[in-house]
Nanobody
Framework: QVQLVESGGGLVQAGDSLRLACAGS????????MGWFRQAPGKEREFVAG????????TYADSVKGRFTMSRDNAKNTVYLQMNDLKPEDAAVYYC?????????????????WGQGTQVTVSS
């Protein structure tokens, strides 16, 4: 059983940056592929970024490529999402998730564990 806790959300202006963190506990964190998803009001949860546990290869949604960077620190059982040049359309609740498989999936249903989410609000 893995527990995930996100932090770092907040209210920022368009063009600003935020760094989200997701701390894991209760399992062999380094053996999990990790993903970041987001969900805005009235919309489905969507994939943002993922990092696998073999080699730390990252995958990004087209909407965030070049602006967001995902990384992991297995010594701290933590993954990060550095978000630069934020836009109003990036506003959402951001969730991290853990998947026991080796490859990054963009399908939310394929992840085994989820955090409670952290709110990101971007004003224009």
């Amino acid at each position: 059983q893995v527990q995930l806790v996100e932090s770092g959300g907040g209210l920022v202006q368009a063009g600003d940056s935020l760094r989200l963190a997701c701390a894991g506990s209760g399992g062999t964190f380094f053996r999990y592929t990790m993903g970041w998803f987001r969900q805005a009001p009235g919309k489905e949860r969507e994939f943002v970024a993922g990092i696998n546990w073999i080699g730390g290869r990252t995958t990004y949604a087209d909407s965030v490529k070049g602006r967001f960077t995902m990384s992991r620190d297995n010594a701290k059982n933590t993954v990060y999402l550095q978000m630069n040049d934020l836009k109003p359309e990036d506003a959402a609740v951001y969730y991290c998730a853990a998947d026991s498989r080796a490859v990054v999936s963009s399908v939310a249903g394929e992840y085994d564990y989820w955090g409670q989410g952290t709110q990101v609000t971007v004003s224009s």
